[in-house]
DNA sequence: AGATTCAGTAAACGCCGTTTACATCTCAGT
DNA sequence: ACTGAGATGTAAACGGCGTTTACTGAATCT
């Protein structure tokens, strides 16, 4: 599992086959199979070990701000942002469609980070300065909004686009503009 | 191209093999590279001449809607999502990311249904009817919150987390129903 | 008519995920 | 202390992949 997340870190998850994970671990192919089952179920859980990093960091980082502080929403996508930039191929890989080379990780939809989001949705309802829409349905649509705009910036270089944007700070730029439309509209009046 | 198309829709993007590909046109693998220099480029070119039919049912469509309204706006989303889950293989190919197996289709962020999306933004603004905030951020804002959420469809089973989206018309109600809150929020007042 | 280009074939190269048959090495139970 | 079983490793192979090479015949151009 080292190995194979010195890979994937290293050379993207084109770089990860079996052989070179093998190699890296001092070994030969066939070792591997005592291990894993199989290459997905490796990478799936080298993958959701990083996930589980992220959620682990998701609970002190919070505590910063108050519950049911809008707040709590900025800092939750800023977190998802950055985890996003730091392992873009694990980010990636978690979001690999169904039936694609490597399907999805264990994680299914309600996994943790999201499940925090729709709590700090229900919190600001409740604490009467979020129009009280479906929790379930504002948290997906502030998650959607999160990861649309990172899958596009992880596909296409906007950098000529929208000049200004420049690939270092654009991505956040834009979350933080968007995330301000967003919340100001959600906000109850 | 007509056999990679066939491929493509019928089995997806796993099944699309040079071998296959040249088997389904009635020719040897070696042959198929007197007419794409790789794999990728015959792949791109297939999916872009997909996206290109999009493209040009998006005018008639919006006609219904006179200029500056959000239904236009509507039209689009619902546009968009009717192609991805007609021809998911070809909407993930589009936005697989650089990098992956198969790179990114010669569209470029500024492709054409985000162009019009743009458009409409500018014209609802110019009608009085949006807050007039950056209408490329607003677009952007826009993309996101519909790739977002098709992506997330296409990866994950949102059946049972929530229940009540099935598989068929879930998409379509949380996209009309987020779009709701979305678009109430960005309305002038 | 002859040269050149085009489109195709057959076979190979090196990579991949995975499986098989076989060798150890460890260690609990008698 | 011996033994046998399970865990771990190796070497080699299988079939599939993208791609390249050397060669062949037909079509086209001068």
Redesign the interface.
Known sequence: MAAARTLLSDV???GVSMRAVALGAGVTPGATYRHFPNKDALVRRVVAEAFEKLESQIGPSLAKFPVGAFERIGELGRMYIAFARAN?ADY?LL???????RP?VEL???FGPVRVLEQCVRDCIAAGVMAD??P???A??L???????I??F?????S???PGLDLETGLET?AD??RS??L????RR
Do not use: C, Q
């Open positions: 993207g998850a084109e873009p990636r979001f690999a469609p169904r039936g694609e080379n999805p299914e939809p309600g829409y479906d379930r349905l504002i997906l649509l998650w959607s909004r999160m990861h649309g705009l899958s596009l992880l596909s296409f270089d906007f000529k686009e929208y834009v503009t968007t439309y967003l100001d509209g959600l906000r």
